[in-house]
C-alpha cells in the first residue's frame, strides 16, 4: 500500500508542477521528485518480496499507517525547502 499511496502522491504533485507552477516558485517538482523516489523504492522492495515468495503488495492496516506517514514526512521537509528556499526568500541575506 506504500507504493499506491507514494506513486499517488508523486503523480498529484507532478500535475500540481507542470499545471500550476510554471515559474518554479514553489519548487513542486522537488515535492515529486521525493515522492517518485520514494515509489521506486518502495516498487523494489515489492520486487524482492515477490521473489521471496511474498505478496507484491502488502495491503495491511500498518502499511497504510506507514504510507502516511511518508506522505507527511515528505510534505514535512518539503515545507522546510519552501521556507528556506521559497519565493519570500526569509532566511535569505538581501543583496
Do not use: H
Not at 517538482?29 to 517518485?36: D, E, K
Not at 521506486?40 to 495491503?59: H, I, N, P, Q, Y
Amino acid at each position: 500500500m506504500c507504493l499506491m499511496l507514494t506513486t499517488l502522491a508523486g503523480v498529484i504533485s507532478a500535475l500540481l508542477w507542470y499545471f500550476k507552477d510554471e515559474k518554479n516558485i514553489y519548487r513542486l517538482g522537488t515535492l515529486a521528485l521525493m515522492y517518485f523516489g520514494a515509489s521506486l523504492m518502495w516498487f523494489v522492495d515489492s520486487c524482492f518480496a515477490l521473489s521471496k515468495g511474498e505478496a507484491f503488495l502488502d495491503l495491511t492496516v500498518d502499511d497504510v499507517l506507514l504510507g502516511f506517514v511518508i506522505i507527511t514526512c515528505g510534505l514535512l521537509i518539503y515545507f522546510i525547502i519552501v521556507v528556506f528556499k521559497g519565493p519570500k526568500r526569509i532566511f535569505q541575506s538581501p543583496q
